[in-house]
Nanobody, 124 residues
């Protein structure tokens, strides 16, 4: 089991940047595929981005390509989500997830550890 804690959320103006962090502890972090998901009010949880164990492969949802960047630091046991420019529709709770696998995945069912989420609210 891996414990995950997200941070970096808050109230941010549209067009501004934001960096979310996910700190992991418990088991070997470097062997886990990592992902970010989000859930807006009244909507289902949706996939945002994923990264494999080494960081050599990434995958993004179409609606965030070019705006979001996922990365990881296996020395710090942390995965990041860098948002270049926020939009109003980015408002959601963002969740970090870990899967005990070395290959990339975008399926929520493949992730067995989840953080509690961090709220991102984008204002106009």
């Amino acid at each position: 089991q891996v414990q995950l804690v997200e941070s970096g959320g808050g109230l941010v103006q549209a067009g501004g940047p934001l960096r979310l962090s996910c700190a992991a502890s418990g088991r070997t972090f470097s062997n886990y595929a990592m992902g970010w998901f989000r859930q807006a009010p009244g909507k289902e949880r949706e996939f945002v981005a994923a990264i494999n164990w080494s960081g050599s492969a990434t995958y993004y949802a179409d609606f965030v390509k070019g705006r979001f960047t996922i990365s990881r630091d296996n020395v710090k046991n942390t995965v990041y989500l860098q948002i270049k420019s926020l939009k109003i529709e980015d408002t959601a709770v963002y969740y970090c997830a870990a899967g005990d696998r070395s290959t990339i995945t975008i399926d929520a069912a493949d992730f067995d550890s989840w953080g509690q989420g961090t709220q991102v609210t984008v204002s106009s």
